[in-house]
């Protein structure tokens, strides 16, 4: 009986280190050494790259690892792990916060991408990541993956400074450009077509034919991007395919040949391809924030739901953006008013919601994910097959977009 209460005593003393050495070494992973420019973290024990990094709530992915062996090239074994007891630099720059404003700080004018890095500063704060509020200690951290910052430390000012961009309509193909209006003059829009490459998104079926969403979303987009540069705006489709433009048969032939703007082929991987389009759309709207008075980001899609179930064209805006809930407002407000002309018996029971879709929630500028319709529906099927019908869309979208942003 004794032996049994000393053994008993002795795997519970052996418990108790065992769970005061979890505890330490989960609390020690979290410590960070703030210098005048950077923020480092000593590794421990079972502790990974992407381990580091979701600890200091940056993103979980290839560009902050890619950021972070960068900086810290040599301080890994010979497969690419952390060593035990290193100090690693971690993809946040510390910046001096000049008491006024994050934008006058960081020589920016974007007002969401600003909110972006409050809430960083605020969230590594309650974490006890950081201590104090950088207004108090004057200390502002600033992800690289936020401001796309070059992994060498270069100065923010400069990242505003890179190469052009230049918009390229190649993607329209022989269509002949009429400028219309300067009504969207000095904007720019940012175009993802749903889905492409790999990935033909909904399928519906009709007369023994299959419709591809990603085919009639694209054709959508092309249309309206045309539409919107002849009413003076520049557009980035940020979704290209190499052989179609603006297309006027019914039955749209699935090619999967769209690659990025960049050229980049589209990732087969679905989180790799959302990661892809959203990087564009954030590096180009940063790098363009003084060239332009408004950006705007607009995603098309057509939606798959059960057959008889007609849906009207809807809207989903990124939550807690007052800017792309009012955009989204102006577009429905548009459709209804539109069809109460085209079609004055029909009625239109559109929707505008928030909704936490990748791109809105990793975005910045003022965004709108449209919905065009039920791909499986019959009905609906007649929205996006027929040309005019897509011509029309196009036209109200651009109509409602000038609503919105375009001279008074």
């Given amino acids: ?28 992973t979290v410590s960070a050494t703030v210098t005048p420019s ?24 290839m560009k902050n690892v890619e950021y972070f062996q960068k900086i810290n090239a040599g301080s890994f074994d010979r497969n690419g792990g952390l ?6 630099v971690l993809p946040i720059k510390v910046v001096k916060f000049d008491g006024k404003t994050i934008r006058s700080t960081l020589n920016i004018t974007d007002f969401d991408l600003a909110k972006r890095i409050e809430n960083y500063n605020i969230e590594v704060e309650q974490a006890k990541l950081k201590k104090g509020h950088y207004k108090n200690t004057k200390e502002l951290w600033v992800p690289f993956e936020i401001l796309l910052l070059d992994s060498n430390f270069a ?7 890179r190469r052009e961009i230049k918009p390229d309509y190649s993607f329209l193909k022989d269509e002949k450009i009429n400028k219309t209006s300067k009504d969207l003059e000095g904007m720019a829009f940012y ?78 991987i679905q989180i790799e391809r959302l990661k892809q389009r959203t990087a564009i759309v954030n590096d180009y709207s940063q790098r363009n924030s003084n060239k332009y008075k408004h950006q705007a980001l607009i995603e098309i899609h057509v939606d798959s739901r059960v057959t008889d179930k007609r849906i009207d064209i809807f809207f989903y805006h990124r939550s807690g953006c007052a800017r792309s809930a009012k955009l989204n407002k102006d577009l429905l407000s548009t459709i209804e008013e539109k069809y109460k002309i085209a079609q004055p018996n029909r009625g239109y029971s559109g929707t505008v919601s928030a909704r936490d879709l990748y791109t809105l929630r990793n975005t910045t500028i003022p965004a709108t994910f449209i919905e065009l319709g039920n791909i499986q529906n019959p009905a609906d099927q007649i929205r996006i097959i027929q040309p005019n019908n897509r011509q029309a869309i196009a036209n109200w979208l651009c109509d409602g977009i000038i609503k919105h942003f375009g001279k008074k």
């Fill in 1 to 28: 009986m004794l032996k049994n209460k000393i053994l008993f005593a002795l795997s519970t003393f052996l418990l108790v280190l065992i769970l005061q050495q979890i505890v330490w070494t989960q609390t020690s």
């Fill in 38 to 61: 950077t923020v480092t973290t000593v590794a421990n024990k079972g502790n990974g790259v992407l381990d580091l990094i979701g600890r200091f709530k940056l993103t979980r992915n």
């Fill in 83 to 88: 060593l035990l007891g290193n100090t690693y």
């Fill in 155 to 161: 100065d923010i000012p400069k990242t505003q400074n």
């Fill in 191 to 268: 175009i993802i077509a749903g889905h492409g490459g790999p990935d033909p998104g909904a399928i519906g079926n009709r007369d023994g034919f299959e419709l591809h969403e990603h085919e009639y979303a694209y054709d959508v987009s092309a249309r309206l991007a045309k539409r919107l540069i002849e009413n003076g705006a520049d557009v980035y489709m940020i979704i290209q395919d190499p052989n179609d433009g603006i297309r006027d048969e019914q039955i749209l032939k699935n090619g999967g040949n769209e690659r990025m703007i960049n050229g980049d082929a589209i990732s087969p």
